[in-house]
């Protein structure tokens, strides 16, 4: 299933064809990353979390696979930035709790970067454009 969600395109990005040809010490960061990250103000996950759960036991499934709808909080207090869900329009959703900044870079978007702090955010596409803007305040 690798291969067909961008696994094709980050072997081509090495000049390689197969896994087993991937530099070791690559595949030991790959082996060795934790699901998620946690700042004192944020939790960063490649999908969504359970609101409802501390994040020491959100299972795998939902940290790799879960859809950014409309999450709640999370009970940490702490905003939620996270990828998985495409946001279609080139920009980060923004809901003050959540923050989903796929920007559907595998279907000729953009790759967004975060910058926590400000909510200043860089992207860049397969075209060798760049941009830059801030998140919008969250819809009341």
């Given at each position: 299933d ?8 980050t ?8 896994l087993r ?5 690559h595949?030991q ?20 979390i359970?609101p409802s759960t ?5 299972s795998?499934y939902c940290?790799?696979?879960?859809v950014f ?9 702490k905003?939620t930035?996270?990828g998985h869900t495409?946001?279609r ?5 923004n809901?003050?709790?959540a923050?989903?900044?796929d920007?559907?870079?595998y279907?000729n978007?953009?790759?967004t970067c975060l ?8 992207q ?5 454009e760049?941009?830059k803007?801030?998140?919008e305040?969250?819809?009341?």
């Amino acid at each position: 299933d690798w291969l067909g969600y961008g696994g094709r395109e980050t072997l081509q990005s090495y000049g390689i064809e197969h896994l087993r040809d991937m530099p070791e010490e690559h595949m030991q960061f790959f082996d060795e990353a934790r699901a998620w990250c946690e700042t004192d103000t944020d939790i960063i996950t490649h999908a969504t979390i359970d609101p409802s759960t501390p994040l020491e036991e959100q299972s795998d499934y939902c940290l790799f696979w879960n859809v950014f709808t409309d999450p709640g909080p999370h009970i940490s207090g702490k905003r939620t930035i996270c990828g998985h869900t495409t946001q279609r329009d080139g920009r980060p959703r923004n809901l003050g709790h959540a923050v989903c900044i796929d920007t559907w870079v595998y279907g000729n978007g953009w790759l967004t970067c975060l910058e926590l702090e400000s909510g200043e955010y860089f992207q860049a596409n397969e075209k060798g454009e760049f941009r830059k803007g801030v998140l919008e305040p969250p819809a009341n």
